[in-house]
């Protein structure tokens, strides 16, 4: 990598591990998806069942069959149905695992992690319900501020999102969102974790590499 580039992320990368220890969140650099995974299994040890959102992010660390083998029970809703009374109470279940893990859709250079869902689950179980929340983020989610936050979310997240879900809202022939008011509509509620919330233990780990959407 140029030394330059590597420079300047090196500079992102400080200041957003800063911002975050400033609001309360625990705050790791890794090094690779490896060391990530190795941070997880660190923080599940004393955790019997773990939650995780419909990420790429994290399934990308190779980290959910290591839990399993842990002897962890994994709520995963990407195993049943989408809509199915099985899929549903997965969900639900997510909300009061002893550990939650999940990506989110943008992280503020000044530590705050912000996220838009449909169902709400993963917001849920980030904020209050599950006693510890890892949030696994690519540097690809790094933003200055919340207003580029957002518009992360409008013109890169959501899209994707909606095109992988294979809805038919109008963003997945612009590339952009149009702010719908298709029934398929994805974005449903919007979450700023500024800081900490007092019941919750979360650490954030970011992977010098782009991941997920
Ligand atoms: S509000 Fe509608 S158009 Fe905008 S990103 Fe969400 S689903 Fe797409």
Same mark, same amino acid.
């Given at each position: 990598m140029d030394e330059f580039v590597k420079m300047h992320q090196n500079i992102i990368f400080e200041s957003t591990l800063s911002s975050l220890k400033k609001n309360g969140f625990n705050a790791i650099l890794a090094n690779s998806r490896e060391e990530a995974a190795e941070h997880i299994m660190e *923080?599940?040890?004393d955790c019997s069942t773990v939650g995780i959102a419909g990420t790429h992010t994290v399934r990308a660390l190779e980290v959910l069959p290591k839990l399993e083998k842990a002897g962890k029970e994994i709520f995963d809703h990407w195993k049943?149905? *989408?809509g199915t009374p099985e899929e549903v109470e997965c969900r639900r279940k997510q909300g009061r695992a002893d550990l939650f893990l999940s990506s989110a859709n943008a992280l503020t250079m000044n530590g705050e992690i912000v996220n838009r869902d449909g169902c709400g689950n993963r917001i849920n179980a980030m904020t209050f319900g599950a006693r510890k929340v890892v949030v696994v983020v690519g540097k690809n989610k790094i933003t200055p501020d919340l207003e580029s936050a $957002?518009?992360? $979310? !409008?013109e890169v997240a959501a899209p994707i999102r909606a095109m992988s879900l294979n809805r038919k809202t109008p963003c997945v022939k612009s590339g952009y969102c149009m702010d719908c008011d298709s029934p398929e509509r994805i974005c449903r509620i919007t979450s700023i974790i500024h800081k900490r919330p007092?019941?919750?233990d979360i650490t954030v780990i970011i992977i010098p !590499?782009?991941?997920g959407y």
């Open positions: *923080i599940a040890k049943f149905k *989408i $957002i518009a992360r $979310i !409008e007092m019941l919750t !590499e782009d991941l």
